[in-house]
C-alpha cells in the first residue's frame, strides 16, 4: 500500500512586527526578546519536524516572509533551514504569496538544490522513490501584490502519472472571510483540477475545506495580532493509496511560541476592586494551565462583563491603566503571561424599573431605551435617523460598516450607561 506524507506550512510572516501592542510593551525585556524572535522560532520548530518526522516532502504555500518589512535576516534563516533539511534529504516545493511575490525576492540569494522555487506559471515536479514516480508536486507563485487571477484554473492532473498528485496554491477560496482576496477560487474550480489534495496559503486560520480531494490551509505559523489567537502551526498530511483513489488524514503539528488569546471575565455583582483583580488574575493563571508546553508565552486582552456598582469607576480612563498597571505581567507562572489591554463591557447595577419610574430627563430617556428594546421598528427609525446622515458619505461606508442589530442594541447599552452617569451627576 502506497503511503505518502508531507509537511504543509504556509504564512510564516518571517521577521514580521507583531501588531496592536504598545511600544512600552513591544520594547520590554523578557516580552521583546520573545516577540523578536517568535516567527524564527516558529520556523526552527517547523525544520525540527521535518528531520524528526522524515516527510516525503515539505511544502510552504506562500507570504513566509513579508517584502514590505524588506528582511535579508529572514530569507538568510529561510536559505539555513533549506541547507538543514538537504542534509536530512528533505525536498521542499515553495510558492510565493501577495506578501512575497516574485518581484519582491532578493534574487542574490543563493538556494540549495532541494528547493524547489514555483514560478508566475503553473510548473509541475515529479519526485520519485525506488525509481518509480511517487508524487508530482504543481504550484504556482504570484508574480506581483495583487494577483487577481483565478489561479487555481491553470491547474491539470498530469495524466501521464498514476500517483498523488498536490497543488500548492496562495489564493482566496469563495466564502473565505478575508479583505485581502487574492487569487480568488471556488471549490469547484480546485476539485475541477483532478488532483488528489491541496495545500493552500492566504487564510490564517487550520482549516479543512473537503476531504475528498483533501484540500486544506494550514493556517499560519504564528499568529501577529489579537485576531489570531489559540495555538498556530502546520499540518503533516498522511495519504494513503485505496481503491477510490487517495485518503488523507492530517495531524497539526504547534510552532508559534506565542499564543494571544482574548479573556472575558464576569464580575456580576462584584462591589470591590480588589475583587475584580483577584478574578482577572485568576482567570489568566488558568489560561497558563492550558496551553501547550512548546508555549512560552501568552498576550492577552481582557474584557470585564457583568453588571456591577463599579461600572462607572471602571469606564474611567484612569482606573483602567492602573488595573491594566498591576495586571500587565504575572510572572509568578509558566509560560508567562502578559496583559495587552482591557475592555470594558460591565453596565451598572441598578433598579431599571425605579429609573423608569423618575420624572425627569433621565427617567425619560430610560422610558425611550426600555422602548427601544422593545420595538425594534422605533429601534430601526431612531437608528436610521442617527446613522444614516454619518454613512451616507461613501468614505466612511468603505471604512466601517454599517451597524447590525446586535450591534445596534450594544450601542443603545452604551448610551444608556451614558445617560446614567451623566444626568445623574448633574
Not at 129 to 154: F, K
Amino acid at each position: 500500500m502506497d503511503v505518502i506524507r508531507y509537511i504543509h506550512a504556509a504564512d510564516l510572516h518571517l521577521d514580521t512586527p507583531f501588531q496592536g501592542l504598545s511600544r512600552e510593551t513591544a520594547q520590554e525585556g523578557p516580552l521583546a526578546r520573545l516577540l523578536q524572535e517568535a516567527t524564527f522560532t516558529a520556523l526552527d520548530r517547523l525544520i525540527g519536524f521535518c528531520e524528526s518526522e522524515k516527510p516525503d516532502f515539505l511544502v510552504l504555500a506562500g507570504d513566509i516572509y513579508n517584502q514590505e518589512n524588506h528582511s535579508v535576516k529572514a530569507q538568510l534563516r529561510l536559505r539555513d533551514g533549506c541547507q538543514r533539511l538537504r542534509q536530512a534529504g528533505v525536498r521542499v516545493f515553495l510558492s510565493h504569496g501577495n506578501h512575497d511575490p516574485l518581484d519582491s525576492r532578493l534574487h542574490t540569494v543563493e538556494w540549495p538544490d532541494n528547493v524547489t522555487i514555483f514560478g508566475p506559471e503553473t510548473e509541475r515536479h515529479c519526485i520519485e522513490r525506488d525509481g518509480r514516480p511517487l508524487a508530482v508536486i504543481h504550484g504556482i507563485s504570484h508574480a506581483t501584490t495583487r494577483e487577481g487571477r483565478n489561479l487555481a484554473r491553470l491547474f491539470q492532473r498530469d495524466q501521464r502519472y498514476d500517483c498523488f498528485q498536490l497543488g500548492v496554491l496562495h489564493c482566496t477560496v469563495e466564502g473565505e472571510h478575508k479583505a485581502d482576496r487574492y487569487a480568488p477560487c471556488s471549490l469547484v474550480d480546485l476539485k475541477a483540477t483532478g488532483l488528489d489534495a491541496w495545500a493552500l496559503g492566504h487564510v490564517h486560520e487550520t482549516r479543512q475545506l473537503c476531504q475528498h480531494p483533501f484540500i486544506a490551509y494550514a493556517g499560519s505559523a504564528q499568529g501577529l495580532h489579537i485576531n489570531e489567537s489559540g495555538p498556530r502551526g502546520c499540518l503533516l498530511v498522511t495519504a494513503t493509496a485505496n481503491d477510490s483513489g487517495w485518503s488523507c488524514a492530517a495531524d497539526f503539528l504547534r510552532l508559534g511560541p506565542v499564543q494571544w488569546e482574548k479573556l472575558d471575565v464576569d464580575v456580576e455583582g462584584v462591589n470591590h476592586l480588589d475583587e475584580i483583580e483577584r478574578r482577572i488574575s485568576q482567570h489568566m493563571e488558568k489560561l497558563t494551565d492550558s496551553v501547550a508546553p512548546s508555549c512560552r508565552g501568552i498576550v492577552t486582552r481582557v474584557r470585564l462583563t457583568g453588571r456591577t456598582t463599579l461600572d462607572s469607576l471602571l469606564h474611567e480612563d484612569v482606573c483602567q491603566a492602573d488595573l491594566a498597571e498591576r495586571l500587565h505581567y504575572l510572572g509568578n507562572s509558566a509560560p508567562g503571561i502578559w496583559l495587552k489591554d482591557m475592555q470594558v463591557a460591565t453596565r451598572p447595577l441598578i433598579n431599571h424599573e425605579e429609573y423608569r419610574q423618575r420624572e425627569d430627563i433621565l427617567g425619560e430617556a430610560m422610558r425611550l431605551a426600555q422602548t427601544m428594546r422593545q420595538n425594534q421598528e422605533i429601534m430601526q427609525c431612531i437608528g436610521h435617523s442617527a446613522l444614516d446622515p454619518l454613512f451616507g458619505h461613501n468614505r466612511l461606508r468603505k471604512i466601517l460598516p454599517y451597524p447590525d442589530a446586535g450591534r445596534m442594541q450594544a450601542l443603545l447599552d452604551d448610551a444608556e450607561r451614558l445617560c446614567m452617569d451623566l444626568l445623574e451627576k448633574r
